[in-house]
């Protein structure tokens, strides 16, 4: 079951060379989890390297979290399309 069901979406960075996007997705009203995807637009490549990480919903300090509930990337699943539709350069 599914409580404060919550997920944004959102540019963090956009220099010339790359883009940051970020996923904050809270599924059960006590933790965020923190998804950083990024593109180099010099190469066109996509970088997921940035760990989850994960905190209390109520604290910024967010930990790196190599056990991410299915639940929580079904969730990052289901928002790629907006994630990527958020990295493609800015047409000209």
Not at 6 to 24: I, L
Not at 27 to 54: N, Q
Not at 58 to 84: K, S
């Amino acid at each position: 079951m599914l409580y404060g069901q919550k997920t944004q979406v959102a540019v963090s960075s956009d220099s010339d060379d790359y883009r940051d996007v970020t996923v904050r997705i809270n599924l059960d009203g006590k933790t965020d989890w923190l998804f950083t995807v990024s593109l180099d637009k010099e190469f066109v490549y996509i970088l997921e390297d940035a760990a989850p990480r994960s905190s209390a919903a109520d604290a910024e300090t967010f930990i790196e979290n190599d056990r991410v509930p299915p639940e929580v990337l079904a969730e990052f699943d289901r928002v790629q399309p907006e994630v990527m539709a958020l990295l493609q350069p800015a047409a000209q």
